[in-house]
T-cell receptor
Framework: DAGITQSPRYKITETGRQVTLMCHQTWSHSYMFWYRQDLGHGLRLIYYSAAADITDKGEVPDGYVVSRSKTENFPLTLESATRSQTSVYFC?????????????FGNGTRLTVT | GENVEQHPSTLSVQEGDSAVIKCTYSDSASNYFPWYKQELGKGPQLIIDIRSNVGEKKDQRIAVTLNKTAKHFSLHITETQPEDSAVYFCAASKGGSTLGRLYFGRGTQLTVWP
């Protein structure tokens, strides 16, 4: 049961560089999400996707780009990384079969922008 | 958007005692209130949830109560054990077309001392 996996687990990059965080799920869930977790802010939604080729912005989308060409993958790209994007990033998925389908989270990617 | 406040930010209890975490929300249209437990180095995991048509829900040692009039909900853990030590997050959502757009509280670090 692979579930939902994120890679890499840790990443250090420099300001201005492009970096992509990967997310892969094996459940064929329709919905996928990206959250960032910062001390004092809890979890905030960056982007989400209801199906392949359908994405929408969350609370804090600026500086991020997503794509969903395949149901199982939902990469998050920081086009030009800034120090304020230093955070722990969590990918999540949901089957969406019910109005209140629970989210299943990956174990996160800790990103440091120097 | 929704604003979820969570208290306390840290909570220390002796093994066997009860722990209570409280959350308030601002949007009266919210109708789904999950609780997540996050262990060190892992993603949040759903432990219990409650819907707006229910006032209380219990699952073994954990229970959640909801007061829609006052717009607050609480997590109760009885007979705490050291393995209950983790960060707990409350969240609120309108469900339906906004599936997965959970608004999280800032988290409570629970420590259970043996």
């Amino acid at each position: 049961d692979a579930g939902i996996t994120q890679s890499p687990r840790y990443k250090i990059t420099e300001t201005g560089r492009q970096v992509t965080l990967m997310c892969h799920q094996t459940w064929s869930h329709s919905y996928m999400f990206w959250y960032r977790q910062d001390l004092g802010h809890g979890l905030r939604l960056i982007y989400y996707s209801a199906a392949a080729d359908i994405t929408d912005k969350g609370e804090v989308p600026d500086g991020y780009v997503v794509s969903r060409s395949k149901t199982e993958n939902f990469p998050l790209t920081l086009e030009s990384a800034t120090r304020s994007q230093t955070s722990v990033y969590f990918c999540a998925s949901s089957d969406g079969t019910g109005v209140f389908s629970p989210l299943h989270f990956g174990n996160g990617t800790r990103l440091t922008v120097t | 958007g929704e604003n979820v406040e969570q208290h306390p930010s840290t909570l220390s209890v002796q093994e066997g005692d009860s722990a209570v975490i409280k959350c308030t929300y601002s949007d009266s249209a919210s109708n789904y209130f999950p609780w997540y437990k996050q262990e060190l180095g892992k993603g949040p995991q759903l432990i219990i949830d409650i819907r707006s048509n229910v006032g209380e829900k219990k699952d073994q040692r954990i229970a959640v109560t909801l007061n829609k009039t006052a717009k607050h909900f609480s997590l109760h853990i009885t007979e705490t054990q050291p393995e209950d030590s983790a960060v707990y997050f409350c969240a609120a959502s309108k469900g339906g077309s906004t599936l997965g757009r959970l608004y999280f509280g800032r988290g409570t670090q629970l420590t259970v001392w043996p």
